[in-house]
């Protein structure tokens, strides 16, 4: 299982979905580093985009040294959001998706890095030398055919971005991350953060519909979400699925420090895997 997820509801609340490749590896150190330097940047109260920003590049930096030092290579897509204020501070590398339902309707708080989806993406990359194979980016060195990447942008890859491996030829992939601020609302009612294995087979007009149904019939969060990856299993995914819901519709309009927000997060590929925490 290569996706994974922090949940942290003390203080300034951090979710985050990680959704590795090509190992455990990255999401891993995404899951136990992310959150500590984004939270300890010393302006993460007065700009937290700027601060979201920069600790996913410092977390970028330092898993390349990672790898380089310790000769392994694995990488990572992600989606987080902090509530700081009466804000929520959303940012994304790659394809996990953050949506937010606000009255009913589903609003997508993210953008998706990948040629297939954002054809700039596939512009930037040839502008800097890179290669397409369809919507593939292709290694610069080796075999694009057997090595390449369905996003434009990721957290680690150290074969895609190190010059031992590339030769200096750039690849254009990158860390850079998609970041947005929004003040909260009292029509905002809840957040789902999902991995592509949700949102390849559900529209997010669908997941909104759905938590808001399951709501209606008093399920709890994690009935909620076992409800979005059963759905999401039903229709055919092939892919790990992790999906964390956040009810922000307790949350005192400006006011966080009471958070009573509940978060639960599954991950399952097939029917034979299956994982959950939450606050």
């Known amino acids: 299982m290569e996706d994974k997820h922090t949940m942290l509801a003390e203080g300034i609340p951090f979710f985050g979905v990680y959704?590795?490749?090509?190992?455990?590896?990255c999401a891993e150190y995404l899951r136990d580093n992310l959150h500590r330097l984004i939270l300890s940047h010393p302006e993460v109260k007065t700009q937290p985009d700027k601060a979201l920003r920069e600790g996913i590049l410092e977390a970028d930096r330092a898993f390349l040294k990672k790898c380089e030092a310790e000769q392994t290579d694995s990488g990572c897509v992600c989606a987080v959001v902090?509530?700081?204020?009466?804000?929520l501070v959303v940012g994304n590398v790659g394809d996990t998706e953050i949506v937010l339902c606000r009255d009913g309707k589903a609003t997508a708080l993210t953008t998706k890095h990948?040629?297939?989806?954002?054809?700039t993406e596939a512009d930037r990359i040839r502008a800097v030398g890179g290669k397409m194979i369809g919507h593939r980016v292709a290694h610069p060195k080796f075999n694009g055919r057997a090595c390449s990447l369905a996003v434009s942008r990721a957290i680690g890859d150290a074969t895609f971005k190190l010059d031992s491996y590339t030769g200096g030829q750039p690849s254009g992939i990158i860390a850079e991350p998609y970041t947005t601020v929004r003040r909260i609302t009292p029509q905002d009612e809840f957040l789902v953060i999902g991995c592509d294995g949700l949102w390849d087979v559900l529209t997010h007009q669908e997941v909104v519909d759905i938590c808001r149904q399951c709501d209606d019939d008093g399920a709890t969060p994690h009935m909620i979400t076992e409800a979005?990856?059963?759905?999401?299993?039903?229709?055919?995914?092939?892919?790990?699925v992790t999906v964390a819901f956040v009810s922000i519709q307790s949350i005192p309009?400006?006011?966080?420090?009471?958070?009573r927000s509940s978060a639960f997060s599954i991950s399952r590929k097939g029917s034979d895997c299956y994982s959950m925490s939450g606050k």
């Open 19 to 25: 959704d590795g490749h090509g190992g455990t590896g």
């Open 82 to 87: 902090l509530l700081v204020g009466d804000k």
């Open 114 to 119: 990948s040629p297939k989806f954002d054809p």
């Open 228 to 240: 979005l990856v059963d759905e999401a299993m039903l229709r055919g995914s092939t892919d790990n």
């Open 253 to 259: 309009h400006g006011d966080l420090s009471r958070n």
